[in-house]
């Protein structure tokens, strides 16, 4: 069974920068897809950021556009998400998300679409 683990999230004051990692149980070349969710409190889910296996490419939420960086290393199997600039708008729990077979790129960022998630890490924006 596909696991999927992430670390690093924890406190930090705007401005800071954090790095998520998400270890994958299986090769990371399996997936076509390695993405990271949020969910802050009361709040739906939302798509942070996707690297895509097809086309090498990563697409991220406008939100968090040039603030953010989504790196997948295929001989660590990890996915990392590497946070710079954080607001207090970014405290959420971030969920790590893998899907094996590709979708039209205009759907990379629907979570429904994922067929494995990790527990979760929470990071925490504030002075």
């Known amino acids: 069974q596909v696991q999927l683990v992430e670390s690093g999230g924890g406190p930090a004051l705007p401005g800071a920068s954090l790095t998520l990692s998400c270890a994958v149980s299986e090769r990371a070349t399996g997936f076509d897809m390695l993405g990271w969710f949020r969910q802050a409190p009361g709040k739906e889910r939302e798509f942070v950021a996707v690297q895509v296996r097809s086309n090498r490419n990563q697409y991220y939420a406008d939100s968090v556009k040039g603030r953010f960086t989504i790196a997948r290393d295929n001989a660590e199997n990890t996915v990392t998400l590497q946070m710079n600039n954080l607001k207090a708008e970014d405290t959420a729990t971030y969920y790590c998300?893998?899907?094996?077979?590709?979708?039209?790129?205009?759907?990379?960022?629907?979570?429904?679409?994922?067929?494995?998630w990790g527990q979760g890490t929470q990071v925490t924006v504030s002075s």
């Open positions: 998300a893998a899907r094996r077979g590709r979708v039209a790129l205009s759907a990379v960022r629907l979570g429904r679409l994922y067929d494995y």
